[in-house]
């Protein structure tokens, strides 16, 4: 199985880090694409990690990108096809991460946009301890297995989107916070007015009050 790595920014604190945001980047990106959240966020979370990691396959529409896995005429079957593979290697990335430190689940923060957002939504709902928090730019939720029958533990979810998106249909996040609220969970759900497929100022600071509330 593929090992993931990738641009990682160290606790400002210079201590030892006390929360891990995981930064996962949309299809054809790579760490790099997402790894300036850390900087906007580290004086804010001065004792957490980022780490931004490449999906592990090469993107088959971007040579010079990654994906976490291939995007097909009929999204609704790839998505459910392949965001399970793809769930494996992050889930083995967080545990040697987990392993590897005294941070656990409820230390971590999962981060996605678009793909990423899908991944960090997937992952992070279908783990066996909560997360601290899942954040999703501009993504979709691919309901993992035992999610609608409460199998698994709810952690806070927060959702962002841009109403004038036309790569990831906005209404994807609505219908996902439609769903994660009825099944119980913790949803705070934005809608960005006027933005495209992209992380608005509006947006990241939705995203950074839900992040701060978490780690207060």
Wanted: hydrophobic content about 45%; some cysteine.
């Amino acid at each position: 199985m593929a090992k993931l790595s990738g641009p990682m920014l160290p606790p400002k604190s210079g201590g030892a880090p006390k929360q891990a945001v995981i930064l996962l980047h949309g299809y054809g990106a790579d760490g790099s694409d997402l790894i300036g959240l850390g900087h906007h966020w580290g004086p804010l979370l001065p004792d957490a990690l980022f780490i931004a990691p490449n999906a592990p396959t090469p993107c088959g529409g971007n040579p010079f990108g990654f994906e976490w896995f291939p995007i097909g005429l009929d999204r609704g079957h790839t998505w459910a096809k392949g965001a399970p593979v793809a769930r494996e290697v992050i889930v083995t990335f967080l545990n040697d991460l987990w392993g590897q430190t005294e941070l656990r689940p409820k230390d971590t923060l999962l981060v996605g946009f678009s793909q990423g957002a899908m991944m960090a939504l997937h992952v992070g709902l279908s783990l066996d301890e909560p997360v601290m928090g899942v954040v999703s730019f501009s993504g979709a939720l691919i309901p993992p297995d035992g999610l609608e029958a409460g199998l698994r533990p709810k952690p806070p979810v927060a959702l962002a989107h841009g109403d004038l998106d036309q790569v990831v249909d906005p209404d994807q996040s609505r219908l996902a916070a439609t769903t994660l609220t009825a099944l119980g969970y913790d949803v705070s759900y934005h809608r960005s007015a006027g933005t495209a497929h992209g992380i608005s100022p509006d947006m990241l600071d939705f995203a950074t009050a839900f992040m701060l509330a978490q780690t207060a």
